[in-house]
């Protein structure tokens, strides 16, 4: 299993990023795919989910109605549009899996990609 993650760049307050997470060699589609993401100094958190079995997303609260999370079967990759950045934003950012059923939490994490990182600067 491997997820391979790209997009992240250093844009203006207001600006928008689109991070993209291809997948590949997973079976079936039990599993939640989405985004964490670690500032400095600062736990990892979770951004952003998608249930790869039923399209159900979630989102933490200080980026709803900002982010959104959409996926591409054909093209097995989950993509977080981001808009209306804010300084706050900024954290590398990680695309993982958990298994269905699982929370949202990087504990339950049972795969990682590698992080992109989002700085949102003026």
């Known amino acids: 299993v491997q997820l391979q993650a790209y997009g992240g760049g250093s844009v203006q307050p207001g600006g928008s990023l689109r991070l993209s997470c291809a997948a590949s060699?997973?079976?079936?589609?039990?599993?939640?795919i989405g985004w964490f993401r670690q500032a400095p100094g600062k736990e990892r958190e979770g951004v952003s989910c998608?249930?790869?079995?039923?399209?159900?997303?979630y989102y933490t609260d200080s980026v709803k109605g900002r982010f959104t999370i959409s996926r591409d079967n054909a093209k097995n990759t989950v993509y977080l549009q981001m808009n209306s950045l804010k300084p706050e934003d900024t954290a590398v950012y990680y695309c993982?899996?958990?298994?269905?059923?699982?929370?949202?939490?990087?504990?339950?994490?049972?795969?990682w990609g590698q992080g992109t990182q989002v700085t949102v600067s003026s």
């Open positions: 993982a899996t958990v298994p269905a059923g699982h929370y949202w939490s990087p504990t339950g994490v049972n795969y």
């Open positions: 060699g997973f079976i079936g589609d039990y599993y939640v």
């Open positions: 998608i249930s790869a079995r039923d399209g159900s997303t």
